[in-house]
Each structure stands twice: as C-alpha cells, then as structure tokens.
C-alpha cells in the first residue's frame, strides 16, 4: 500500500493530525501504532481541559481557540461511542493559601479572557458553589473548562477517522527505512507500506527514532487513581489544586497526578497513590474514609524546556516532520495544533512561533 502521510504514534497528537489532514485534504493516511490507540500518555483515564493553567491560573497559548475547537472535535465524534465522553461542566481552582490567591486573582484579572470564560471568585462565593472544598481567600472559576474520558474520545475519534478513509495497523512492530524520497514500513506479516511522508506523533518515545534522538524532551512520570464513593461525588465540575479531581460518574472520580521527574519504571506504585491521596484530602477534606481505590494508571508525558509542545520538519531530511511535547497539556492543545500542523504540511502556512520546532533551532 502507497500513502501520502504515515502517522507513528496513535495518541492525542496522532489522531488530531488524521483528523486534521483528513478533513483538510484528499490524501491517503495511514496511522500506525507499535502498541495500539491511547497506550501512551493520553491512556490517562480523565484529562482536564484547563485554559487557566499551572500554581497561578495563567492563561494558555491561544486559551479560548483551543478549547473552542477542542470541543468542536469532541462533539463531531460523540455519536461514534456509546459513553459520554466530554462533559462542559467547568473546573474550579480554590486557592490554597493567600500568596497564591493573590497571583491568581492578579492573572485573571489582568488577562484578555473573553468575556465570563474565566473569573474571580471570593472565599464566600466559592463556598456557596462547592461547599466543603478548602480554599483560602477565593479561588478560579472556569466555567468553559471541560472534562474528557480521553480514551474514550480517542476510540471515538478513531471510529470516525475509519470511516473518513483513514487507515490504521496497532499493535505491530516495524522497521522504518527511506529509500529513493520514500519511506518504507516493513511490518514482516503483511505487504510493505510505502509513504511519502512520515510524521512521528510517539510522544516521549519520538527520540527513539534515531533520526529525532536530539529532541528536547524530558520525562515526567504521572500516576492517577480511580476511586469508588458510597455517596455521590460531591462535585460536578473538576477541581483543580494540587492535581485534579473529577467524577467519570456520580459515584466514580479520578484523582490525579504524580509528577515525576525521576523514575525507575513505567508502573504505578504505593508512594504515587500516598501522595494523590495526601494533596485530595487537603482540598477535599471532608472526603476522607469515604472512598475506595478501584483502578490506579500511570503514564509519561513528553516535557518541553518552555512547557509548550512543538511541530516541524527534520532540518536535514525530507518528508520526516513531528509533533510533540504536549507535556502535561496535550489534551487541551491537541485541536489547535493539529489544525495548525496540517495546513502548514498541506499549504505551507506557517506555525505559530510559540509551538514551532524552530524555535529550538
Ligand atoms: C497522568 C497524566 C495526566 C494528564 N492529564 C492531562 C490533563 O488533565 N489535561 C491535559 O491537557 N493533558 C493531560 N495530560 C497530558 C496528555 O495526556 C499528553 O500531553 C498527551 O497524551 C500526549 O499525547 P501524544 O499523542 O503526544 O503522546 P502519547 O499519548 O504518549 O502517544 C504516543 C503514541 O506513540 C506510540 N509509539 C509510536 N512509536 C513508538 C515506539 N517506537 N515505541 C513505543 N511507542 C510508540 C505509543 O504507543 C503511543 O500510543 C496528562 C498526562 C498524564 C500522564
């Protein structure tokens, strides 16, 4: 089989840019996976999408464009899964203490958010939305912020990608190799692939191609934990403080995440469940005893010396491009970058600076 874009890697990064390229163009796609769809970072059971990000709220790189056609993509594919996979239920961010409530209040404050997509909230008003959360002195509201059950969004998104002529092969391994301005895909159990062009989307594996060995991307471990309540969980809307905690249904939530810079294995272990279990009950003390641990996942996000991801071509070889380092925001940036990334591959546009690979030089 002869392609004009094959995309290694099935994760967020890899089915946005299918999607993209497909809606965009008339090219043939293929999409190929050594483990199969989600089984990278973007298995992480919930994901937020927050525009107001990090200790301090601070508005994303093109905050209300990315959640805009974010949402878009998750509406597009919702009739192919049988779950919900998004809800637009906001996320609260209650302040833990009054140095961070101060910046944070400065950041909304001081940012163009377009209108009621981000604010302020006193101590008082954020007590009488989300009773029994700690807080001190106020803390974000966010009500366009969503919560994505990102592997269903992916299976979704695959289902409509199938159906839109775009190929895929998971869960085979393969040897890459170039030859006379194409690219070859031995998978040994089938014919060859042949490919004019390859994109590799493996997040923090991408420097396992030989070719991308020198990226700059640096690992960090996350672990989340599902928990089981009695009672219902008492939040619709995500919280975000000292990690993140959302219901996937009105008895089931997910705490998260470990970030881990150094790390032995790819595992989950009894330290990183301690320490989500420690940072929830600080901001939902009234929680304690009255969850039990269903399920506990871990992944490695792909990090960025300046925590924002990157798209681009090989400086010396042709038809050999990458996205990635979607970092700890790859949910939130997946639409938009795509989008960008595709009409660069198809029409030369160029890439915003901020996520370009250029600027790495
Ligand atoms: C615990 C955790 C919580 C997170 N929460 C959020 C959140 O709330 N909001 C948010 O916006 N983002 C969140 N993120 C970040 C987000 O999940 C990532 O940025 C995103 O999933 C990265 O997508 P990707 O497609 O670049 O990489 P990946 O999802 O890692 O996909 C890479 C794919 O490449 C494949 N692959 C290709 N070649 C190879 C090879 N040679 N060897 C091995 N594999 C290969 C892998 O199998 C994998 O499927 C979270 C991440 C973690 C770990």
């Given at each position: 089989m002869k392609y004009d874009f094959c995309i290694i890697g099935a994760g967020l990064a890899g089915l946005s840019l299918a999607k993209e390229l497909s809606s965009l163009s008339n090219t043939k796609i293929l999409v190929i996976d050594p483990l199969g769809i989600?089984?990278?970072?973007?298995?992480?059971p919930i994901g937020l999408a927050n525009p107001a990000t990090g200790r301090y709220a601070t508005k994303s790189w093109k905050a209300e464009e990315s959640l805009n056609l974010l949402e878009e993509n998750l509406e597009k594919v919702?009739?192919?899964?049988?779950?919900?996979?998004?809800?637009?239920s906001g996320i609260v961010r209650p302040a833990m203490d009054s140095k961070i409530a101060k910046r944070m209040k400065e950041n909304v404050e001081t940012s163009d958010w377009s209108d009621g997509s981000c604010k302020w909230l006193s101590e008082k008003e954020l007590h009488n939305n989300f009773p029994d959360l700690f807080c001190i002195d106020g803390g974000v509201w966010v009500p366009s912020g969503m919560t994505v059950a990102i592997p269903k969004y992916l299976d979704a998104l695959a289902s409509y990608l199938k159906v839109s002529g775009v190929d895929f092969i998971e869960g085979i391994n393969f040897d890459l190799r170039k030859s006379n301005n194409a690219w070859f895909l031995d998978l040994k159990s089938t014919n060859e692939i042949e490919a004019n062009h390859i994109v590799i989307t493996?997040?923090?594996?991408?420097?396992?191609?030989d070719f991308w060995k020198d990226l700059p991307l640096h690992p960090v471990k996350g672990q989340v934990a599902v928990f089981k309540t009695?009672?219902?969980?008492?939040?619709?809307s995500a919280i975000s403080a000292l990690g993140y905690f959302a219901g996937i249904d009105p008895y089931t939530f997910v705490a998260g995440s470990t970030y881990e810079h150094k790390f032995a294995n790819e595992e989950t272990d009894r330290k990183g469940l301690a320490y989500i279990e420690d940072r929830m009950l600080r901001v939902m003390p009234h929680m304690e005893g009255k969850y039990k641990l269903i399920q506990q996942w871990a992944g490695v996000r792909a990090s960025t010396p300046d925590r924002k991801p990157f798209a681009g071509d090989h400086p010396?070889?042709?038809?050999c491009s990458i996205l990635a380092g979607?970092?700890?925001?790859g949910l939130l940036y997946s639409s938009l970058l795509a989008k960008e990334f595709a009409h660069y591959l198809l029409e030369g546009t160029a890439i915003s600076p901020e996520v370009s690979l250029n600027r790495f030089n």
């Open positions: 989600g089984k990278g970072a973007s298995g992480s919702s009739s192919f899964s049988t779950e919900k996979i998004f809800s637009k493996a997040g923090i594996k991408s420097t396992r191609y009695e009672q219902k969980f008492p939040y619709r010396h070889i042709e038809g979607l970092g700890s925001k």
